[in-house]
């Protein structure tokens, strides 16, 4: 898939996995280290440990099971009991389910399935990130044109400020390997193959399907530049159908689910259904919820609004100021990013991209092919500030849009040209290495992003895995 050996990729490999092993062992520690909080958060009965193969995944792994990921674990192992799980899309959970009865079944002698789902969820995520950044760094090398600047932009991705959703029972590493491999096939115009992989992040996550719009500006360049033909506007047309589908057909088994009673038999263990009582969760055939009689009968959105508060505006509130700080490096870099990309390609911003105007020895992060990712950064994060849990914009920017490793990777190579050495060797060398070596020596323009990087990596890592509030 990825094509002839590149040095590059290998150093891409080894320095992710590298990255996500330190993040399993700063889990480990700051779980020994600090004491977990009590949070008000999703918690359902599980039985104890019962093996001593339970009690080790369980001192190694139970960082990973936090929050959300309570959430993921839970719905893998017994279902969408609960009318608020389907917040929560399917693929991450159907993944981590099929590992633990596939190739970790065997150890269902001394494992639990939950110890199982926790192991699965870190060899899957281990290797998706390590596959996202792979990607990252192809797609970089067909869009920017420059294979050092993907190469670093990769690097960056693998301690990047959301580093611990990279890790844990999140669906973050999915949606990214999915979404940077489909967005890489479509810049060399494999459309249906690019819609198959960025259809599966729409299994992931919601927001995946924004990657629709990478198909519709796509035709409408090629019909505004009289160069649309038949053949390749059913390809694009198939492509947002796909991208869609499993949006809507999960939509559907949620309506299914909750709104018509006579749909399965639920045989709702004792202790799941108690905690449905003293939490007034909804269960399958009580009461039909009122969104099942709307027109067009969302789950979605209406467990976001009812369960989380998410809406237009909603989550401007004084108490929330912290959580705004919380997110304000990823807003205030994505800002930037596009600021500067905007100043420098002025008479292509104002026609959006879509004119076909002379571009030739213009590449890099200010190439005319970056212009849709700045759009699609753009977008998300206006959305993401107005419309949803803004602590969530960090990770949502960081797992969606190359564009921001692309901008620090610039920003970088322009302030600290040195890092890529003068020797020729067969193996490629690490700059994300040397310029840790050189941290005295940076310029502020360098170590401010960096130390973005490092510090929600670290910090992050020691307040989620301990049920602290994070992104």
Same mark, same amino acid.
């Given at each position: 898939?990825?094509?002839?050996?590149?040095?590059?990729?290998?150093?891409?490999?080894?320095?992710?996995?590298?990255?996500?092993?330190?993040?399993?062992?700063?889990?480990?520690?700051?779980?020994?280290?600090?004491?977990?909080?009590?949070?008000?958060?999703?918690?359902?009965?599980?039985?104890?440990?019962?093996?001593?193969?339970?009690?080790?995944?369980?001192?190694?792994?139970?960082?990973?099971?936090?929050?959300?990921?309570?959430?993921?674990?839970?719905?893998?192992?017994?279902?969408?009991?609960?009318?608020? !799980?389907?917040?929560?899309?399917?693929?991450?959970?159907?993944?981590?389910?099929?590992?633990?009865?596939?190739?970790?079944?065997?150890?269902?002698?001394?494992?639990?399935? *939950?110890?199982?789902?926790?192991?699965?969820?870190?060899?899957?995520?281990?290797?998706?990130?390590?596959?996202?950044?792979? &990607?990252?760094?192809?797609?970089?090398?067909?869009?920017?044109?420059? *294979?050092?600047?993907?190469?670093?932009?990769?690097?960056?991705?693998?301690?990047?400020?959301?580093?611990?959703?990279?890790?844990?029972?999140?669906?973050?590493?999915?949606?990214?390997?999915?979404?940077?491999?489909?967005?890489?096939?479509?810049?060399?115009?494999?459309?249906?193959?690019?819609?198959?992989?960025?259809?599966?992040?729409?299994?992931? *996550?919601?927001?995946?399907?924004?990657?629709?719009?990478?198909?519709?500006?796509?035709?409408?360049?090629?019909?505004?530049?009289?160069?649309?033909?038949?053949?390749?506007?059913?390809?694009?047309?198939?492509?947002?159908?796909?991208?869609?589908?499993?949006?809507?057909?999960?939509?559907?088994?949620?309506?299914?689910?909750?709104?018509?009673?006579?749909?399965?038999?639920?045989?709702?263990?004792?202790?799941?259904?108690?905690?449905?009582?003293?939490?007034?969760?909804?269960?399958?055939?009580?009461?039909?919820?009122?969104?099942?009689?709307?027109?067009?009968?969302?789950?979605?959105?209406?467990?976001? &609004?009812?369960?989380?508060?998410?809406?237009?505006?909603?989550?401007?509130?004084?108490?929330?100021?912290?959580?705004?700080?919380?997110?304000?490096?990823?807003?205030?870099?994505?800002?930037?990013?596009?600021?500067?990309?905007?100043?420098?390609?002025?008479?292509?911003?104002?026609?959006?991209?879509?004119?076909?105007?002379?571009?030739?020895?213009?590449?890099?992060?200010?190439?005319?092919?970056?212009?849709?990712?700045?759009?699609?950064?753009?977008?998300?994060?206006?959305?993401?500030?107005?419309?949803?849990?803004?602590?969530?914009?960090?990770?949502?920017?960081?797992?969606?849009?190359?564009?921001?490793?692309?901008?620090?990777?610039?920003?970088?190579?322009?302030?600290?040209?040195?890092?890529?050495?003068?020797?020729?060797?067969?193996?490629?060398?690490?700059?994300? *290495?040397?310029?840790?070596?050189?941290?005295?020596?940076?310029?502020?323009?360098?170590?401010?992003?960096?130390?973005?990087?490092?510090?929600?990596?670290?910090?992050?890592?020691?307040?989620?895995? !301990?049920?602290?509030?994070?992104?």
């Amino acid at each position: 898939m990825w094509g002839s050996h590149d040095p590059f990729v290998d150093e891409i490999v080894h320095f992710s996995l590298s990255c996500r092993g330190l993040t399993l062992v700063m889990q480990v520690l700051f779980n020994l280290l600090i004491p977990d909080h009590t949070a008000d958060a999703f918690s359902p009965p599980r039985p104890l440990p019962v093996s001593h193969g339970d009690h080790i995944v369980e001192f190694l792994f139970s960082g990973l099971g936090r929050w959300d990921a309570e959430h993921f674990l839970f719905i893998a192992e017994h279902g969408y009991v609960y009318e608020h !799980n389907t917040a929560f899309f399917p693929l991450l959970p159907m993944v981590i389910r099929g590992l633990a009865q596939g190739p970790f079944l065997p150890l269902a002698g001394v494992l639990t399935l *939950r110890s199982r789902l926790l192991l699965s969820s870190a060899f899957l995520n281990c290797a998706c990130s390590t596959l996202a950044a792979v &990607s990252l760094y192809l797609l970089g090398c067909v869009t920017l044109q420059s *294979r050092r600047t993907s190469f670093l932009a990769a690097l960056l991705f693998c301690m990047s400020p959301i580093s611990v959703f990279m890790t844990v029972a999140y669906s973050e590493s999915l949606f990214a390997v999915a979404t940077f491999t489909g967005l890489w096939q479509l810049q060399k115009n494999r459309f249906l193959l690019g819609s198959a992989l960025l259809s599966l992040a729409t299994a992931a *996550r919601s927001n995946g399907l924004v990657n629709a719009g990478f198909l519709v500006y796509s035709e409408m360049k090629a019909f505004l530049q009289q160069r649309s033909r038949h053949g390749l506007k059913a390809k694009r047309l198939c492509g947002i159908v796909l991208m869609i589908l499993p949006f809507a057909i999960f939509q559907g088994y949620c309506y299914f689910r909750f709104c018509i009673p006579s749909y399965g038999v639920d045989n709702l263990p004792e202790k799941l259904a108690q905690l449905a009582k003293d939490k007034g969760y909804r269960v399958h055939g009580e009461t039909v919820p009122l969104w099942c009689s709307y027109c067009f009968p969302l789950a979605y959105s209406h467990i976001q &609004s009812e369960y989380w508060g998410v809406g237009l505006l909603r989550y401007f509130q004084l108490r929330q100021l912290p959580n705004f700080l919380l997110a304000a490096p990823a807003v205030f870099l994505g800002i930037c990013a596009a600021c500067k990309y905007i100043s420098a390609n002025i008479e292509l911003c104002r026609y959006l991209g879509l004119s076909d105007m002379e571009t030739k020895g213009r590449h890099g992060f200010y190439g005319p092919r970056v212009f849709v990712y700045v759009a699609q950064l753009s977008f998300l994060m206006v959305f993401g500030v107005l419309c949803m849990h803004v602590q969530v914009v960090t990770r949502l920017l960081f797992s969606s849009c190359p564009v921001l490793f692309w901008f620090c990777a610039h920003i970088i190579e322009e302030k600290e040209p040195w890092i890529w050495g003068l020797e020729k060797r067969k193996e490629a060398s690490n700059p994300a *290495r040397r310029l840790f070596r050189a941290w005295h020596s940076l310029q502020t323009q360098t170590q401010i992003p960096l130390g973005y990087f490092l510090a929600y990596w670290v910090i992050g890592t020691a307040l989620h895995v !301990n049920f602290l509030p994070w992104t």
